[in-house]
């Protein structure tokens, strides 16, 4: 298995402009996170999925943060606009059951300039 | 909300020295799972604990869940340099809640 792949590695954007990153979680995992990784906030849960369905929300920051899963191998966080303070590494993790150890991705890191 | 908090935040060690890690919740846990991640790379899952009690080895690391299930620790024996890394506890209740970690740096 590749494990759970994430897209692009890296982001640089101006301010303003729309992101979205990339995950495919490992196949026949059922729960999908997204985390982002700070130095001032540490690793924080925005949001995770169970069989496609979003579960837990409560962690995005505000409305211009949006994650979808149409299909159980692809999900999309999505910053609409972007500022500055976005910028940090996005990580996303997958689970076979919710209270099995997690796997991540390599994740992004995205800049907004 | 679950807040756990790790002690220390840094840890410098010699190598061979020995490294541990401490993981406080003012609430009891009904599970905790341990991560490291090295510099520049992804958490990567390390152990789950679920007992009271409850001791586990892997090789030079050891793991421990408090009897009130309200702590847990890590220590490592005999540290080399291929042991730096932060190290995460996160309990695990509906969803993964990351402590804030503990970095160690192992000098050579």
């Known amino acids: 298995d590749a494990g759970v792949i994430q897209s692009p590695r890296h982001e640089v954007t101006e301010m303003g402009q729309e992101v979205t990153l990339r995950c495919k979680p490992i196949?026949?995992?059922?729960?999908l996170f997204w985390y982002r990784q700070t130095m001032m906030r540490g690793l924080e849960l925005l949001i995770y999925f169970n069989n496609n369905v979003p579960i837990d929300d409560s962690g995005m920051p505000e409305d211009r943060f949006s994650a979808k899963m149409p299909n159980a191998s692809f999900s999309t966080l999505k910053i609409q606009p972007s500022e500055p303070r976005d910028s940090a590494v996005y990580f996303c993790a997958s689970s076979l059951h919710r209270l099995q150890g997690y796997t991540f991705g390599s994740g992004t890191r995205l800049t907004v300039v | 909300g679950q807040q756990v908090m790790q002690i220390p935040q840094y840890q410098h060690v010699q190598e061979g020295e020995d490294f541990t890690t401490y993981c406080n919740s003012s609430t009891t846990l009904s599970n905790i799972q341990w991560y490291k991640q090295r510099p520049g790379g992804h958490p990567v899952f390390l152990i789950q604990?679920?007992?009271?009690?409850e001791v586990k080895k892997q090789k030079r690391l050891t793991f421990q869940f408090g009897e009130a299930k309200k702590n847990s620790s890590l220590h490592i024996t005999a540290t080399q340099t291929t042991d730096v890394g932060t190290y995460f506890c996160?309990?695990?209740?509906?969803?993964?809640?990351f402590g804030t970690g503990t970095r160690l740096q192992v000098f050579p």
């Open positions: 604990l679920v007992k009271s009690g």
């Open positions: 196949s026949g995992h059922d729960y």
């Open positions: 996160a309990p695990n209740t509906d969803k993964l809640i």
